[in-house]
Nanobody, 126 residues
């Protein structure tokens, strides 16, 4: 019954922007910290960014800090990942995930997340 569906991926040139969306059903994201992860072929899944339950706290990987922004709209039950100044090394499948945290905080550890989306492909060309 729980479903997270990512959308907004595609092919863009280096320096361009994309806005990914993650629409949730079967749960209310208002009680979940929401994270974004990515995985390139042959590599492990890595943390990208996270937003706390209240939306007042965010955390980002050093590789995307200053370029990516995580936000949430609880009324729409949707979380977003705004990606600017994209680089070829950002190419990966991007996943959103939900963590029912005890406290209003962010987490960077994939194993802490309970629910995952199917992923959306982002390809950045030079």
């Amino acid at each position: 019954q729980v479903r997270l569906v990512e959308s907004g991926g595609g092919l863009v040139q280096a320096g361009g922007s994309l806005r990914l969306s993650c629409a949730a059903s079967g749960l209310s994201i208002s009680i979940y910290a929401m994270g974004w992860f990515r995985q390139a072929p042959g590599k492990e899944r890595e943390f990208v960014g996270c937003i706390s339950r209240s939306g007042t706290s965010t955390s980002y990987a050093d590789s995307v800090k200053g370029r990516f922004t995580v936000s949430r709209d609880n009324a729409k039950n949707t979380v977003y990942l705004q990606m600017n100044s994209l680089k070829p090394e950002d190419t990966a499948i991007y996943y959103c995930a939900a963590d029912r945290s005890i406290v209003d905080a962010t987490t960077t550890r994939a194993r802490e997340y309970e629910y995952w989306g199917q992923g959306t492909q982002v390809t950045v060309s030079s």
